[in-house]
């Protein structure tokens, strides 16, 4: 069973640029389509981006098209999340999630394994 642990988040003026990885360990990530979620206090969980297991594809969230940008290193076991010009309402507790599926999903129900969060806050 493969277990994800994102490090990067922190605090940052808006604007500015964050990049967060999902390490994996325990498997090979290589297999897995990866998803980031993002939950802000009150809301509900949302997809934000998704990559398949050979990176050749990927999806966004419109709300992030154009300034986040996903990737990832299959030797590294380790999928990115590059944030550019953000945004204070872009603050909330961001998620990485693996699905042996192979088709890209923005849903969190198709998403078996999933980190611990961790804390991106965007102030203005």
């Known amino acids: 069973q493969v277990q994800l642990v994102e490090s990067g988040g922190g605090l940052v003026q808006a604007g500015g640029s964050l990049r967060l990885s999902c390490a994996a360990s325990g498997r090979t990530l290589s297999t897995y389509a990866v998803g980031w979620f993002r939950q802000a206090p009150g809301k509900e969980r949302e997809f934000v981006s998704a990559?398949?297991?050979?990176?050749?594809?990927?999806r966004y969230a419109d709300s992030v098209k154009g300034r986040f940008t996903i990737s990832r290193d299959n030797a590294r076991d380790t999928v990115y999340l590059q944030m550019n010009s953000l945004k204070p309402e872009d603050t909330a507790v961001y998620y990485c999630?693996?699905?042996?599926?192979?088709?890209?999903?923005?849903?969190?129900?198709?998403?078996?394994?999933w980190g611990q969060g961790t804390q991106v806050t965007v102030s203005s």
């Open positions: 999630a693996a699905s042996l599926s192979i088709a890209l999903h923005n849903s969190p129900l198709v998403y078996d394994h």
């Open positions: 990559i398949n297991w050979g990176g050749g594809m990927n």
